[in-house]
């Protein structure tokens, strides 16, 4: 449908998240609400379409659609317990393994779609672009950096992850936000 009205030139968006374009309802092998999210996870060729939408431009943003919830509120029957998982910590190596690694997408197109298409569909100026001015909020990362996901390492207050445990290609090496250092290899830096 995005690429149907944008091909008519309707000034539309679209995003998606990255457990839609990495996992399917095959990854359900029980009822473990690190799974639970809404929309729940489709098909194996719902994710083949995710991909090909990323790749074609129909999709133009990924976002972490990071929900924290606290093991109290996703330690439940799977009925009960809350949508949402953690995203945050992951959505750029699940990009990069998913999209990059697996999909052969370029990096240059992983970028857009996790910075500047975002900053530019919100009209943030000073975000997404490494122009002088801007904000200097830069994530420096390596595509080939493996990492398995432990989720009891996150800084979340959630640990809620399809992912954890799974071995991942591509991590942060630095974040900076404002210019200032914050982070190195995963680790907030202190003061």
């Known amino acids: 449908m995005s690429k149907t009205a944008k091909a008519v030139g309707a ?12 996992l399917s309802q095959d990854n359900l092998d029980s009822y473990s609400t690190r799974f639970k999210m809404n929309p ?3 098909s194996a060729d719902d994710v083949a379409a995710m991909v090909e939408g990323l790749a074609d431009g129909s999709i133009d943003v990924i976002s972490s659609d990071h929900a924290p919830h606290t093991a109290v509120e996703k330690d439940r029957f799977f009925a009960e317990a809350p949508f949402g998982i953690v995203g945050l910590e992951t959505s750029l190596a699940v990009g990069l393994t998913f999209l990059h690694h697996r999909a052969g997408l370029p990096l240059d197109r992983i970028i857009s779609l996790m910075s500047c298409n975002p900053a ?10 490494l122009r002088p001015g801007s904000d200097a909020d830069v994530t420096v990362f390596d595509p080939r950096r493996q990492k398995q996901v432990n989720a009891k390492e996150f800084y979340s207050l959630g640990h809620a992850t399809p992912y954890d445990g799974m071995l991942l290609n591509g991590w942060q090496v630095y974040t900076i936000v404002g210019g200032e250092l914050v982070a190195e290899r995963g680790k907030i830096i202190t003061e």
């Open 11 to 22: 000034d539309v968006s679209c995003e998606t998240c990255p457990h839609y374009f990495s």
């Open 40 to 42: 729940p996870l489709r």
């Open 120 to 129: 530019k569909r919100l009209n943030l100026t000073q975000k997404g672009n």
